[in-house]
């Protein structure tokens, strides 16, 4: 059973760092990533990476977040800094599996920037 479990989140200051993690079980997955959903707003993507190591960042978080994995340790990181008020949501890391393109979610994990 294809497992994504989120951790890291938290309250931070403006311009404080987190990082969370995604810890992935039940398969081996190609693409990995994030996805992030402020309130009162639609479910917006953050960043993602590939297997081989390529990454790709939302233009709204670029230069602020760094994206990396561990394949042996199936699990995914998420750096955040710099953050602003306007990065509070809930971020979700999402996986699709080698050979399928529908992709698998955590439950989520709550980010709050806030002074």
């Known amino acids: 059973q294809v497992q994504l479990v989120e951790s890291g989140g938290g309250v931070v200051q403006p311009g404080g760092s987190l990082r969370l993690s995604c810890a992935a079980s039940?398969?081996?997955?190609?693409?990995m990533g994030w996805y992030r959903q402020a309130p009162g707003k639609e479910r917006e993507w953050v960043t993602s990476i590939r297997s081989d190591g390529s990454t790709y960042y939302a233009d709204s978080m670029k230069g602020r977040i760094t994206i990396s994995r561990d394949n042996a340790k199936n699990t995914m990181y998420l750096q955040m800094n710099s953050l602003e008020s306007e990065d509070t949501a809930v971020y979700y890391c999402?996986?699709?599996?080698?050979?399928?393109?529908?992709?698998?979610w955590g439950q989520g994990t709550q980010v709050t920037v806030s002074s």
């Open positions: 999402y996986g699709i599996v080698v050979g399928t393109a529908k992709p698998s």
């Open positions: 039940g398969s081996i997955f190609n693409i």
